[in-house]
């Protein structure tokens, strides 16, 4: 079943700019991953945050998670054309088992 | 770098036919996944296999799909009879453990057309 719902679900941005998406949840959970995804291909590893870590980075990417919350956001600092993907959060409750939420799509005009 | 290798990338099938997906996790990954994604949302997942063990199938549609992990290597996913409603991309992915934290990488993907 899903978890994470993602907000703004569509996101339209200049390149250069700044794209930041969050994610929301329900339950309590052993981490959270997010994950970039290219039209019509599989789903690429971004970033995975543990429910005691604040915030992580990773290259452009940042990271922050309010456990009190149960939010979670993804800041793409100056992006680029090739940034242009669905991106998506996922919680593990701690199984290894991951629930998506509905996806981000962000593009980015050159 | 190690990847999922999954195959067919494509997959065009009549109503009622039969079809398999095919996955090989990266070597050492102790669990295995398929998900389903419908176009526009996030993916489901149907299974997730710990070696060869079924660890959980609560959404697999068991009258119609099957998946096995024989030797604890690679796995195949089965639709029969397929539906108009499997329309989808099936998704394949692999982690060293099942324990919480792990990352879970995926291959590119299996797209399915029911026609």
């Known amino acids: 079943s899903q978890q994470g719902e993602e907000d703004p679900q569509a996101l339209s941005i200049q390149e250069g700019e700044n794209a930041t998406m969050n994610c929301s949840y329900k339950t309590s959970i052993n981490n959270l991953q997010w994950y970039r995804q290219n039209s019509g291909r599989g789903l690429v590893h971004l970033i995975l945050?543990?429910?005691?870590?604040r915030e992580k980075h990773s290259g452009r990417l940042r990271v922050t998670l309010d456990t009190s919350k149960k939010s979670s956001s993804l800041l793409i600092t100056a992006s680029r054309a090739a940034d242009t993907a669905s991106y998506f959060c996922?919680?593990?409750?701690?199984?290894?088992?991951?629930?998506f939420g509905k996806g981000n799509q962000v593009v980015v005009i050159p | 770098e190690a990847e999922v290798a999954q195959s067919p990338r494509y997959k065009i099938t009549e109503k009622s036919q039969a079809v398999a997906f095919w996955c090989d996790p990266i070597s050492g990954h102790a669990t295995l996944y398929w998900y389903r994604q419908i176009l526009g949302q996030g993916p489901e997942l149907l299974v997730q296999?710990?070696?060869?063990?079924?660890?959980?199938d609560s959404q697999l549609p068991k009258d119609r799909f099957s998946a096995e992990r024989l030797k604890g290597v690679d796995s195949t996913l089965k639709i029969q009879p397929a539906e108009l409603g499997d329309s989808a991309m099936y998704l394949c992915?692999?982690?060293?453990?099942?324990?919480?934290?792990?990352?879970?990488?995926f291959g590119e993907g299996s797209w399915l057309t029911v026609v």
């Open positions: 945050i543990r429910s005691n870590e």
């Open positions: 992915a692999s982690s060293r453990a099942s324990s919480g934290g792990n990352t879970i990488y």
């Open positions: 996922a919680t593990d409750e701690g199984n290894n088992r991951l629930a």
């Open positions: 296999f710990q070696d060869e063990s079924v660890v959980d």
